[in-house]
């Protein structure tokens, strides 16, 4: 019974370069949330994600990130041209989806990934 | 104004003492969630309790229960008989029900448990 699977766990980047995280949801679930976790910090939300739509993206930086979730494959948050400051944890979390307007739906969190731009 | 308060940076507690942690929240919305998860130092989210904001009974889950005082804001988490492995980092989050903002938990900023032999 897998649960919410991320990878690469560990990733480093140069500064320019693309980061791709990936996140595969537990069995059965249609909601994919991002989060990113700064060094001695909570985690704050970025992105939203049901199958092929964007729910809520209001977390997210205007600039050089997206996330998506395929009908297919894994949800992918992506950082282009990755800067210092993007180094952190970057937690995926998903919920069935069926109790979501009510605040009843438990979000269940992967590993992690941990990005690191030098 | 923040939504979620947790006013103790770090806690102490003796092993098999019961150690109360806080959590204030901030919200308008008559329906909402609130939740705890546990982050050891090896760094991944674990989820522990949930409480909704229409339950009238208290949140319990083996050696984790929550405080809930509604009119305070207030949803503290208790752990009974603290053991070793319960020291961590815990966060408290809150899920709000209003227009496409439905999906976000909002964390607070944490409370680091040890617990001492």
């Known amino acids: 019974n897998a649960g919410v699977m991320q990878n690469p766990r560990h990733l480093v980047r140069r500064r320019g370069q693309e980061a791709r995280l990936r996140c595969s949801p537990m069995k059965g679930h249609s909601h994919v949330y991002w989060y990113r976790q700064l060094p001695e910090e909570g985690l704050k939300f970025m992105v939203y994600l049901q199958k092929e739509n964007i729910i809520d993206e209001s977390g997210m930086p205007k600039e050089r990130f997206s996330a998506e979730f395929p009908k297919e494959g894994p949800s992918i948050l992506r950082i282009q041209q990755v800067v210092r400051g993007d180094s952190a944890a970057y937690f995926c979390?998903?919920?069935?989806?069926?109790?979501?307007?009510?605040?009843?739906?438990?979000?269940?969190f992967g590993p992690g990934t941990r990005l690191l731009v030098l | 104004a923040q939504k979620i308060t947790q006013t103790q940076p770090g806690m102490f507690v003796q092993e098999k003492e019961a150690v109360t942690l806080d959590c204030t929240y901030d919200?308008?919305?008559?329906?909402?969630?609130l939740f705890w998860y546990k982050q050891p130092s090896s760094g991944e989210m674990i989820f522990l309790i949930y409480q909704g904001s229409y339950d009238e009974q208290n949140a319990t889950e083996g050696r984790y229960s929550l405080n809930f005082q509604k009119a305070r804001k207030s949803a503290n988490l208790v752990i009974s008989a603290s053991q070793l492995g319960d020291s961590a980092m815990y966060f408290c989050?809150?899920?709000?029900?209003?227009?496409?903002?439905?999906?976000?938990?909002?964390f607070g900023q944490g409370t680091i448990l040890t617990v001492h032999p």
């Open positions: 919200t308008s919305d008559q329906s909402y969630g």
């Open positions: 989050a809150m899920r709000e029900v209003r227009g496409t903002s439905y999906g976000k938990l909002t």
């Open positions: 979390a998903s919920s069935p989806g069926e109790g979501a307007r009510y605040g009843l739906e438990t979000q269940y």
